[in-house]
């Protein structure tokens, strides 16, 4: 069964600076990869998604993702980090026999002005 | 927009009484979950249902059961409700396989219930 790993449940970075997130899952390659965002006191919303169709994936919000496979990681990216980005961030992947998805414990997002 | 909403935001309740948590979905989705989440544990899965009527235990589903009678609402109850039940509750819905929206869960804005 997949597991999710996220490393370091926080992440501080100083506004304008680039913000890089780390997710790796543990075995064969999952159908979809997902990266959710949830702000305050909100549910999730979905930042982006990786179907296969290429290992580049661009989200909302200015975020992309690469999808590794020699790497098995999926690490979340954005170029320049803007106070709005402060909120937690959750890595998923979809397992191939159900319809449920296997989360990360969520990386806690820090902008420093 | 797929519009998932639940039924509270805050609800405080009492040790003992009987609590219901529901969640309605506007897309058709024949996929809905029932998370709680709790700082440093992530989402864990406490059921889930693919169907009406249908309904599948997830991680921790102790202290809990659903009920899905239609396929738009799905409901979470707390039969007994616990001081360690406190927590804040996610509802999702997603499709079954097929196109690029499969899998891809689509979230309430979640109720924070605390049990006194």
């Known amino acids: 069964a997949q597991s999710v790993t996220q490393l370091g449940s926080h992440v501080s970075v100083s506004e304008g600076a680039l913000v890089l997130l780390r997710c790796n899952y543990s075995?064969?390659?999952?159908?979809?990869l997902f990266w959710y965002v949830q702000y305050p006191n909100q549910g999730l919303q979905l930042l982006l998604k990786?179907?296969?169709?290429a290992t580049l994936v661009k989200g909302i919000n200015g975020f992309e993702a690469e999808f590794k496979k020699s790497e098995t990681s999926f690490h979340l990216t954005k170029p320049s980090a803007h106070m709005s980005d402060a909120a937690e961030y959750f890595c998923?992947?979809?397992?191939?026999?159900?319809?449920?998805?296997?989360w990360g414990a969520g990386t806690k997002l820090i902008i420093k002005p | 927009d797929v519009k998932v909403t639940q039924s509270s935001r805050y609800l405080v309740k009492r040790t003992g009484e009987k609590v219901f948590l529901e969640c309605v979905q506007d897309?058709?989705?024949?996929?809905m979950f029932w998370y709680r989440q709790d700082p440093g544990l992530g989402l864990r899965l406490i059921y889930f249902?693919?169907?009406?009527?249908?309904?599948e235990k997830g991680d921790i589903p102790e202290g809990y059961s659903v009920s899905r009678e239609k396929k738009e609402r799905f409901s979470l109850i707390l039969e007994s409700a616990s001081t360690n039940q406190t927590s804040m509750y996610l509802c999702?819905?997603?499709?079954?396989?097929?196109?690029?929206?499969?899998?891809?869960?689509?979230f309430g804005p979640g109720t924070r219930l605390t049990v006194l």
């Open positions: 999702a819905s997603s499709l079954p396989s097929g196109g690029n929206d499969t899998d891809t869960q689509y």
């Open positions: 897309m058709d989705h024949e996929n």
């Open positions: 249902s693919y169907d009406v009527k249908m309904k």
């Open positions: 075995s064969s390659v999952p159908p979809y």
């Open positions: 990786y179907t296969s169709a």
């Open positions: 998923a992947v979809s397992e191939d026999s159900n319809y449920q998805l296997i």
